[in-house]
Each structure stands twice: as C-alpha cells, then as structure tokens.
C-alpha cells in the first residue's frame, strides 16, 4: 500500500512540476512578445535589406543564409533540404520608364522575372500588334526600334515563347485562321522578332499585377530572353493607344536592368528544429515561404508569415521551452511556382506524416492571429492550449470555435498547407482578422507593386508571433496526438 502511495505521490509531483515548468515557459513567451518582441526586426532586414526573393535569384540565397545564421544563432537546430534548381540565375535591378512628347510622364509598370531588359536606356515608337497577315504587312516597314501594344488579357502572365507556343503560332499563320490569331496571345512573334522591335507591352490592372514567367524553366545562358515584356498601367496603356491611334507624334523610352548569371542556382527549404524531450519522433510544425515576387519586396506575401515564424522560433528557444514533441520550423522555398518545398518535403516523406499533431501556415494577408476554428474532437485540446491568449489582450481577442458542417473534403489550395491537407495531416489555421479596421485587405497587395513593408501591419505581426508561439508550445506538450477524428472526409 504505502509502495502504491508513494508512485502516485511521485506521478502527482512529476505532474505538477511538467505542468507547472509549461506554465513558467508560457509566462516567458508572453514577457518576450510583451517586452522583447523582435517581429519587426526580421520584417525589416527580410524585405528592406534583402527584397524581392523570386526562385533562381541571389536574394532568394541570401534569405536562406540568414535564416540559416538565425536559427543557429538562438540555438536551434538546423537543416537546409535542396529542393531544386535552376540553369541561370536572375537579378533584377533598377527600372525606369517614361512617355517622351507633349504632356510626357513617368510611366508604371513591371516586367516578369526571367524576361529581358533594355541595352541601356531605349526609345522607339509605339505601333499596334498586327493580328492578321494582311495587317503584318502594313506596318512592318515600321516595325525596326518599336514598342508592340499587345491587345491580349493575359492577365499579368509572361508572353511564352517556348518551342510548342512558336509551333502553334506559325500553323495558326499557314493556315490562315484569322478568328484563331485574334484569339491568340502575339500571334506574330516570331516575325515581329526578326523585324527588329525593342519589346511588348501589355496592359494589366493596377496595382500592377504580375504572374509566374513559365519560360523560366527552360532558360539557359544559351537562349537568354531578348525581348522585353513590360506590364503597363492600364490607364496609362489606354492613354498611350489612343495617342497611337490619332499618329500622335511621341516616344516611349524604358531602362530596364534585368540580370542573368549563370547557374546552377539552387533553391532549398530551411528548417529549425526544438527536440521533443519525450516523444521526439512526434512534430508540431510552421511554416511559410520565404520566396516571393520581386516587383516589389514581398514583405506581406510572405514576408510576414516569415517575420512572424522566425520570432515565434526566437522566443520559444529564450524562453527555454523543453517540449515533450519536436517543434519544427519550416521556411519554405518556391511556394509561387506551386509550393514547391512543401510538397517535395511531405512526397520525399522526409518524417512520417502520420507522426504530425498538426501544420501551422502563414501566408495571407497582414492582419492579427485571432482564434482557431477546430473539429469537435480537437476541442478541448485547443480550449487547454489557448487558454493564456483568451485574455492576453481585450483589444486583439481570441476565441476557439467548433467548425460546423461535419469533416471536410481534403482539397489542395494556394498556400503550402496544401501537401500536408493532401496527406491527411491536420492543418488547423489560425483566423487572421482586422479588429482595428486598417483596412489593408490581402487582394490590395497580392502579386502586386505594393507589397512593400509600408503595408504591413506591426502590432498585428507582433501580437501573432506570441499567439503562434504559445500554440505551437502548447500542443507540442499535449499528452497525445491531436485526434483525427471527423478531420477530413476522405
């Protein structure tokens, strides 16, 4: 009897003193966050030191060296898994451009990466694309030293001009189908090519939105684009067509420094890792993409969830959290061509996707970590976990809901939560809501010139990175797995 006693007097004392060395580490991520939060900093350095990070570029490498050097630096460990690479680098530099005539103004645009640019500040004279022979034909003693409107929606997408694109191109001219080059995207680029013309221009909405280049794949230092492909300001492509149109006398001049050195370039996924004390082959995972477009400097997409990654790692390693499950920390690579380090990592099965408790992602807009919407299941495990942050702060709330509708369809998306969905891995997400109105909705700055660090917001990004932190360190300590229970339909 007394044997007995004492093992539950010592399960009790082992009990209380887990519980209440979670509750000190607990106590220490709020200090940091309310004292020593760092959020900005990493935001700051990412985005305005660093910039635009596109797959195949120097800035992208720089982005992983430094996360690289952070992590090490706080004391986790680290491992870099390549993921891919690519023949040529690119690097764009400054870009400047302007409308020359009566009534000039600077003009607003981007170019895709992996497109051409100028040799040096160039001016021509603006002609229409011709959409049929009949029309080629007319203008192509004019065609030397032009800029091409484009009249094609290509929706900020790069002209292809890879070998089936040109293929299809010339049957559609040899056969004459004038209703199939009206439809097509520069039906005669290939003769326009030969004719001399300095590049095309498209008209895109404004923001400037701009899309993946898929040329980029096949570019090598032997067959470097060089043609520019400049996505204009509609507004301003409208005025410029209409100036066209009435054989105004004008030119538009463009200095576009788009770089190419040459590769291989490789882009990998980083990862920080805490060791589970007790059950080290369980996970708790994060993750965001630390590539992004270059047009402008990617500070929100995803230079936030970033930002917001790197601190929730720096304060559970001050913190000296000792979780009973590895945490990891995932830096995602080529998550803008397809989530290309999240699904090489969960299709190499680098750990057992049915050893994950759940995947947290950061990749939207910039506004605050504010609750979790979970199975009925997950409940009570989240309602324990969350429990600090529900009075954290009355002015950025957080609540746990019970999702309704029953378990959901596994379905892919546009974020790296999508490989772990696909696997069957819990992906509870947190809600990211705008109680303080900035009104800065994520469709104001995705993809486009205004992803800049003016958009983002810091007390959202710093408030998020203690709410991530103490949910991840909570449920990394849960006695158990997060159930799967009515999780996904399929």
């Known amino acids: 009897m007394k044997k007995i006693l004492l093992s539950a007097a010592l399960l009790f004392a082992l009990c209380v003193f887990g519980a209440d060395a979670q509750d000190k580490v607990t106590k220490k991520i709020i200090e940091i966050g309310q004292t020593d939060n760092q959020t900005m900093a990493h935001e700051d350095f990412l985005v305005n030191r660093i910039g635009g990070r596109p797959v195949g570029s120097h800035a992208l490498v720089d982005a992983e060296n430094w996360v690289v050097e952070k992590l090490t630096e706080w004391g986790l460990e680290v491992k870099v898994q390549d993921v891919g690479q690519m023949a040529v680098s690119f690097n764009r530099g400054p870009w400047y451009g302007r409308l020359v005539g009566d009534g000039g103004f600077p003009l607003r645009f981007t170019t895709p990466v992996y497109s051409a640019g100028t040799k040096g500040p160039q001016k021509g004279h603006v002609v229409i694309e011709p959409k049929t022979k009949k029309q080629f034909d007319a203008i192509k003693g004019r065609l030397k030293g032009a800029w091409v409107l484009i009249e094609a929606d290509t929706k900020g997408k790069a002209i292809l001009y890879d070998e089936k694109s040109n293929a299809e191109r010339a049957k559609a001219i040899e056969e004459g189908d004038e209703a199939k080059l009206k439809e097509m995207t520069v039906p005669f680029y ?61 030119q538009l001049e463009f200095d576009i420094r788009n770089h190419f050195t040459r590769g291989p370039i490789k882009y990998r996924n980083v990862f920080g890792i805490i060791r589970g004390s007790k059950y080290p082959d369980e996970y708790v995972m994060s993750g965001a993409h630390l590539d992004s477009y270059d047009f402008a400097s990617g500070a929100v997409d995803d230079g936030n969830g970033v930002s917001v990654l790197l601190e929730t790692a720096r304060m559970l390693a001050k913190s000296g959290a000792k ?168």
């Open 190 to 250: 290939q003769e326009l090519k030969a004719a001399g013309i300095l590049g095309f221009i498209q008209s895109v909405d404004v923001p400037i939105f701009n899309r993946q280049n898929r040329n980029c794949w096949n570019v090598t230092m032997d067959n470097l684009p060089d043609l520019c492909d400049i996505l204009l300001d509609c507004d301003q492509y409208a005025v410029i067509r209409r100036k066209v149109e009435r054989k105004e006398d004008f």
């Open 323 to 490: 979780p009973l499950r590895t945490i990891i920390f995932c830096f995602w690579t080529g998550e803008e061509y397809g989530q290309l380090g999240s699904f090489h990592f969960v299709n190499n099965k680098t750990i057992p996707t049915e050893k994950i408790s759940n995947y947290f992602n950061r990749d939207a807009n910039t506004y605050v970590n504010s609750g979790l919407i979970v199975p009925p299941a997950m409940k009570d495990d989240f309602m324990k976990v969350c429990e600090p942050l529900f009075n954290l702060n009355p002015e950025l709330p957080f609540e746990v809901k019970v999702r309704e509708g029953g378990p959901q369809k596994r379905r892919g998306g546009g974020s790296d939560y999508s490989a772990f969905v696909l696997a069957g891995v819990p992906s509870i997400r947190f809600q990211e809501t705008d109680p303080k109105g900035y009104g800065i909705p994520y469709s104001e700055v995705w993809h486009t010139d205004l992803d800049n660090y003016t958009k983002v917001i810091p007390e959202y990004l710093e408030h998020s990175a203690t709410v991530q932190a103490v949910v991840m360190y909570g449920v990394a300590n849960l006695n158990h797995l997060l159930s799967r229970e009515d999780l996904y339909a399929d």
